[in-house]
């Protein structure tokens, strides 16, 4: 295999970027300050999807309560600061766009797939630097377009984060609102940001590896990375193709998805979870590849079945474009279809339960260190299984009949993306924050917020699996207005002051990630005795990241002495001359 390209632009040297800082710091085209930006946007998008959620819960728990602080937005309260049910539907909606679109995928691609990907395959940058630079300059107009909704005449879009026509497109249902016009020109920007990353990330891989770096060597992390990039430009796509034609309905006066003119509503839904379902791993499989590599070094123990986790990540991205159906049982679709939807969907279990399987052999016997990183690798792995077995309930037709559009499928979607992508996201970012801004952050704190997270998170969302067996619907504005379910308001306000504890739970984090930025201690040069590429140079690493181009001589999971677990390299020993990935 060829050497690495050599850095990008002129006057940039191995180790060295001599740009004017407005060109390194903000409009950057290394991947490691691109990373970095995505970082903080995406935890900013997080904080206000956060805050959506708190002002959901108020309602939900104290319905009809002024909300502390009076009004937010204009004409958001009615006098006395009580929430609108307008407002009401447009922070449902919001909250959804926020947290999926613009806090966790960028969170978990967008981060490491920037951060981590050339230096853990031995490249100086990405294959395409400006092409990664506009992935996230054009984050910053979607999320900003999709705030200004609040602002605008009509309010923001309020038809859910799904946009289901006729809700999304009809004049009857304030359809055509500017801020569902915005909702919808927001999501294509973002799409746009997306595919530009995801054509990124694939060159990248393919052809900038170092030489021994073979496919069979990626770490776990690069291969989810790797594939969810390709599920991201097969899907996206297709929902910005469904969005443009809604956009037409809105704008133009077409028919897509109006019936009144010819068109068809369930058209709409077919497009969006043809996106929808793949969607779901674009967001799971990154934090799946994480969670590999924390558990691996947490547990001194190469990772267990390693070529078998290879292919279960294959398998689930090649069978999520077969299961979209699922989320239309209620739709009326043919019994027979819905019967070959339902098999397919019990059969994704299958590679998910390898990688399950094979994350607990991994620790199975390991002399596992409890680090942070690795206490919230463990969260991940327990939550995403409560959020998988009730996945199996709703796979079965006859069952998600009943259960469908309740708060068992809300308790569900938050056990598998905040239970698994955001407990993986926190392991990511305790565990690589060394390398980012060569300090540590502070291990007590750490463990604080783990424990109050996962207490919390636990306290939040399991309960509502027993509203929407109630039959509690979701996105319900008032519901002590149902006589039926007036009896489990309590469990309502139950899960309301856990949200709001769970959110207070996220301070630590906030002091510990600030104070840590700048007054946390060195890092060594491998805090956490890794044997990844990535931890061979300084950190935080210079322009070109490697001095030379490495020799890869053994995978990340491979060790010099078969079944010696403590074979990482030192946490004192300086980076080696050749830079070897043991």
């Known amino acids: ?108 691609t967008g981060v490491f797939a920037n951060y981590l990907i050339p230096l853990k395959i031995g490249a100086p940058d990405m294959a395409f630097p400006r092409l990664n630079m506009w992935s996230f300059w054009l984050m910053i107009p979607a999320g900003t377009l999709a705030l200004a909704g609040f602002f605008v005449e009509g309010g923001s879009a309020a038809s859910g984060w799904t946009a289901y026509a006729p809700l999304s497109n009809s004049p009857l249902y304030t359809g055509v609102s500017a801020g ?171 590679p998910t339960s390898i990688k399950v399987f094979n994350w607990l052999g991994t620790m199975w016997r390991g002399n596992i260190h409890f680090h942070v990183p690795m206490l919230n690798a463990i969260g991940f792995l327990s939550m995403f299984v409560i959020g998988g077995l009730s996945g199996i309930f709703m796979a079965a037709t006859p069952v998600d009949m009943y259960i469908h559009d309740t708060y068992f499928i809300v308790a569900h979607i938050h056990y598998v993306l905040f239970g698994g992508s955001l407990f993986a996201a926190f392991a990511g970012i305790y565990y690589w924050f060394p390398k980012m801004f060569g300090r540590e952050m502070h291990d007590g704190l750490g463990r604080w917020h ?65 104070w840590s930025l700048f007054r946390g201690p060195k890092a060594p040069l491998n805090p956490w005795r890794d044997n990844s590429l990535e931890w061979t140079v300084p950190s935080p690493p210079p322009h070109g990241n490697f001095v030379e181009t490495p020799t890869v001589y053994r995978g990340p999971y491979e060790y010099s002495v078969p079944g010696e677990p403590e074979d990482f390299l030192p946490q004192d020993r300086p980076a080696p001359a050749r830079q070897e990935a043991h």
């Open 1 to 108: 295999m060829t050497a690495a390209a050599a850095p990008h632009d002129a006057g940039l040297h191995a180790g060295h970027d001599d740009r004017p800082w407005l060109r390194r710091y903000v409009f950057s085209t290394d991947h490691k300050t691109i990373g970095i930006q995505f970082l903080f946007l995406s935890l900013t998008f997080l904080l206000l999807g956060g805050l959506m959620a708190m002002v959901i819960r108020w309602q939900l728990g104290f319905p009809g309560t002024p909300v502390p602080g009076g009004s937010i937005l204009p004409d958001a309260m009615a006098p006395g600061g009580v929430i609108r049910p307008s407002f009401y539907n447009a922070l449902v909606t919001m909250h959804g766009t926020f947290m999926i679109f613009f806090a966790v995928m960028p969170l978990l």
């Open 450 to 514: 783990f424990g109050l997270t996962f207490v919390f998170y636990n306290l939040t969302f399991f309960p509502m699996h027993l509203l929407g067996l109630g039959g509690h619907m979701r996105r319900l504005y008032d519901p002590t207005q149902y006589p039926f379910l007036a009896p489990m308001q309590p469990i309502n306000v139950f899960v309301s002051v856990s949200a709001f504890l769970l959110m207070a739970a996220q301070l630590p984090f906030v002091w510990n990630f600030f």
């Open 180 to 350: 569902q016009i915005l909702w919808c020109v927001a999501i294509i920007i973002f799409g746009a940001s997306s595919l530009l990353g995801s054509v990124n990330y694939i060159a990248t891989v393919v052809n900038l590896r170092a030489p021994g770096m073979t496919w069979m060597r990626l770490p776990l992390s690069v291969w989810a990375l790797f594939i969810t990039a390709i599920l991201a430009l097969l899907a996206v796509p297709i929902l910005a193709g469904a969005i443009i034609m809604l956009l037409f309905d809105q704008v133009l006066g077409t028919h897509f998805y109006l019936p009144t003119g010819g068109g068809q509503p369930l058209l709409w839904q077919h497009l969006f979870w043809f996106f929808g379902h793949p969607e779901v791993y674009i967001l799971i499989l990154p934090a799946m590849g994480i969670v590999s590599d924390v558990i691996a070094n947490g547990s001194r123990k190469p990772i267990f079945g390693y070529t078998s986790m290879v292919f279960a990540i294959g398998g689930i991205a090649g069978l999520g474009f077969m299961v979209w159906g699922h989320h239309m049982f209620v739709s009326g679709m043919n019994p027979t279809l819905g019967t070959s939807f339902m098999a397919s969907t019990m059969l994704i279990a299958v």
